[in-house]
């Protein structure tokens, strides 16, 4: 189904890797909190290796399964119950994943990304919807570009759950077919959107597996400029 830029009202979009690529993001703000406890806390280094501390972590994400929403709730967990086992402070759990989170937030946009926002949201309010634990107002060169952004921590569920999308919906004063969900992830981004009533478009930024379970996304390209160009601005 093609695009109709006259029939949306606004636009919401996803952000890691959707605007930036999120590994090298992910592994410098692990190497900057790793450098962090070998200073603060060395204990934890000599009982928790990269693969032991990933254990871990998956642990955690099996225990707290009701706040799987909640990327930081995670990570927080994971260095409290690494620090207590290394016999530290578990209170060193604060600082420390504020180094990790000072990290997180620095990112390097694709090259597409900062001109299509800049004219995406000369038309539309752009409204980032995230899973991650991102914050916009932290992240050079975003927040003045969206109008809002919403995550999965702060509304209680994630994507693909048709919550995270009516409530960016509702913050649009739109209604769903009023809106474009811009993502890039298949399952998560065009599938949710697709099930809340929305547009799609999917930005495909590399090729991989797709399980279409019987679903078109209203757009598919590489790149946000060229969705500019089917929008028509």
Known sequence: MPLKPERLRAITIDLDDTLWPIGPVIQRAEAALQAWLAEHAPAVALHFDRKGMLALRAQVERDLQHVAHDLTAWRKETLRRALQHAGCDAALAEPAFDVFFAERNRVEFYA???????????????IALSNGNADPARIDNLAGRLSAWISAREVGVGKPDRRIFDAARVQARCEPQQVLHVGDDFALDVIGAHH??????????????????????????????????????
């Open 112 to 126: 597409d990304a900062l001109p299509a926002l800049d004219r995406l949201a000369a038309r539309w309010p752009l």
């Open 196 to 233: 809340a009533g929305m547009a799609t478009a999917w930005v495909r930024r590399a090729d991989g597996p797709v399980a279409s379970a019987g679903v078109e996304p209203d757009w598919r390209g590489q790149d946000l400029l060229s969705l500019c160009e089917a929008l028509r601005v």
